[in-house]
């Protein structure tokens, strides 16, 4: 049975950089899309982009020049930066598997609240 | 704002039907048949409960059904559960951009 959990500090500087990993236990990261996901507080999901096993990455076209999805298939974890955030970036972050590409996230890791704040 | 149009809240008494709609776009919605439901319960992980428009994943109950008009997809729950009190949040593949775009969630109360 497949296991997502993501990890990373739960609270981040303005400006700074939000790092997260996602370690995929339970089977291979190899075929399948990895997506990080986010949902700020009282607000609906957004998705932030997607990598297939260590090919080419697509991002959210609004924060494009921001973010950036890696995967390490030795360690089977796949990773999210989100460099120069503010307080919007404030959310819960969700790393998941999709299928194919167009929204269909089978699996989902519990999510971890990431603050941005002083 | 989201790219995905949702009612904010929907109500219904157990046993019966509530529909959930989802409004976007000729390139979302309209173009291609993926778009996908999710239940999010309080602090739990977003469940997928429809995919390409009307399929369910093994273990989700015939109760959930899925459809799609045009632009609008909708979910359809019959013989509402205490159970089933929860947000539900739509998701579409983008052609533009090829990316994925989600609705803004809907409140489910079951009075």
């Known amino acids: 049975q497949v296991q997502l959990q993501e990890s990373g500090p739960g609270l981040v500087k303005p400006s700074e950089t939000l790092s997260l990993t996602c370690t995929v236990s339970g089977g291979s990261i190899s075929d399948y899309y990895w997506t990080w996901i986010r949902q700020p507080p009282g607000k609906g999901l957004e998705w932030l982009g997607h990598m297939y096993s260590s090919e080419t990455a697509n991002y959210n076209p609004s924060l494009k020049s921001r973010v950036t999805i890696s995967i390490d298939t030795s360690k089977n974890q796949v990773s999210l930066r989100l460099s120069s955030v503010t307080a919007a970036d404030t959310a819960v972050y969700y790393c998941?598997?999709?299928?194919?590409?167009?929204?269909?996230?089978?699996?989902w890791g519990q999510g971890t609240m990431v603050t941005v704040s002083s | 704002q989201s790219a995905l149009t949702q009612p904010r809240s929907v109500s219904g008494s157990p046993g019966q039907s509530v529909t959930i709609s989802c409004t976007g776009a000729s390139s979302d919605v309209g173009t291609y048949n993926y778009v996908s439901w999710y239940q999010e319960h309080p602090g739990k992980a977003p469940k997928l409960i429809i995919y390409d428009v009307s399929k369910r994943p093994s273990g989700v109950p015939d109760r959930f059904s899925g459809s799609k008009s045009g632009n609008t997809a909708s979910l359809t729950i019959s013989g509402l559960q205490a159970e089933d009190e929860a947000d539900y949040s739509c998701c579409s593949y983008a052609v533009t951009d090829k990316f994925v775009v989600f609705g803004g969630g809907t409140k489910l109360t079951v009075l």
């Open positions: 998941a598997r999709d299928k194919s590409a167009v929204g269909t996230f089978d699996i």
